[in-house]
């Protein structure tokens, strides 16, 4: 045998979006034909361009990222963020592929209403395999547009949201949120920033903000105190802060240091010094926080689209890799522990993958006035964010891991997922408040009741799995009925159990709910091994069912 890692005949995907056929399959059963016929040629394009050019693109700009530039040759104060072309260049990639054009261009925005989130999310999935740092900023940007159109005057929105859903590069505006502050990070509540009224809508900002991801944004959204004698998230104004004043000067922002952050080296987070900031008030004063919500919740479903994306990156780097890789005379995909293990990592993934894009409907149906959606969305988030971004985190440590000495590396791809995978734990709520956001959800809404309708309406329709579902709903019921017995403490430490158990058994109900003739190569051994894998010994699958339930064409 030659001496080299991979046999010669080593072929890797051509196209993320054509070698998945669960996405392919899940997009094509859950779209419109007219959805889909609009959407196929970008979906095709983008799977191909994550799989090729934007790899050594997002290698450099992971290695390149931005500087900060405060002064120019002459001494004068810029104050500005530098980055490697290989930036722009992902970032015109993200512009082209229609992401956020199929939900902000009025007349598409109008012809897709009931499905725009699932067609931007579809593009961003594919996107985010290949870079996953640029799309915090696309994130951003979603989410500042959302909170434009749902709360700024109509001239404001004439001017913002054609930057947003333009083709052009040149004209595209990014958003982003600045909330953090050292004196609270998670603890918004905290935030000592104060807000002052000086003419009409406009008040000047002064004070730190201490992690501003995108931070050379056009749109930024600021929560600020108008009172400094209303504590907590209640005395939270919200503002919005543009790069450029009228006049086209810029608008103070101080940019005191660029973080060196672990991952997703690619953007710019930074610390920044506001004096005398202009910002405009959105919405009524200390209603900040309520509004802002909306940004917030937006951004943890892009976490979980990231979070299942780079899952299916690293898995299918390292079932390529298996498969071509010599090992003890025979290849190292043909290994009983090493199919077990893609079994394992697949079934989580694929259980992922169908409840962020339950998630992604509910949205989209929320939208379009379905109030048993919006409940249920409103314990889904922080469900999904939670439990994708965590197991995400494991799938592409264990990927990495079946790859070997090699897939520690940074020649290739696989560091750099395993350091971009592990902010997302973190981002946009770390998992301990998720379990309080979602303690909140069961009891502010009716999300809880209309999830365990959801399930139980699963396990009447399934012969196979129905008892199973029913059985495991009725003790999860009980449990949640003992939680308003208890004391703070123990009531939060008692969530953490109980919304553990209803994330497998509703992410399993959604697995059951998605089975039939297509979708069984992947569905049906998934299920079984979630069930089983708490009960013992399972016999390996063969190579070609280790394929197929890794959807690989």
Known sequence: MANRVLIEDYSPSSNFYTSD?????????????GSREYC????????????NEMNPLSLTADKNGPELVKRNAFGEDINEISFHPAYWDLMSIAVDSGMMRVKWEPELRKRFIKERHRLGFGIGFLYAMSEMGIYCPLCMTDGAARLVDLYCNEDDKARILPHIATSEPDEFYTGAMFLTEKAGGSDVGANLVKAKHFKDDYYHLNGEKW???????????????????IKGTKGLSLFLVEKKLPDG??????FIRLKDKLGVRSMASAECMLTNTVGKLIGKEQEGFKIMAEMMNLSRIYNSVAAVSVARRAMVEAYQFLCNRPSFGKLAIEHALIRTKLQEVSSLYNANFYMLWRTITALDNADNGDKTELALLRLLVPMIKKWSSESGVYIVRESMELMGGIGYIEDQVMPKLMRDVMVLPIWEGAGNIMILDMLRAITKSEGFVVMCSEIEAISLKSVEYGKYLSQELKEIKMLAEKLNSLEQ?????????????LTKLYSNALLVDNLNDKTTAWVKPSIDYIIQNSTGFQAPLSIGEIKAMIGWS
Do not use: W
């Open 21 to 33: 056929l669960i996405l392919s399959n899940y997009l094509e059963s859950h779209l419109s034909k």
């Open 249 to 254: 000067s810029k608008n103070p922002i101080e």
């Open 40 to 51: 196929e040629q970008q979906f095709n394009k983008l799977g191909a361009l994550a799989a």
């Open 211 to 229: 992690f501003c991801s995108n931070a050379n944004a056009d749109i930024i959204f600021v929560l600020a105190r108008t009172d400094e004698n």
């Open 489 to 501: 403490d123990s009531m939060e430490v008692a969530a953490r159990v109980l919304f553990e158990r």
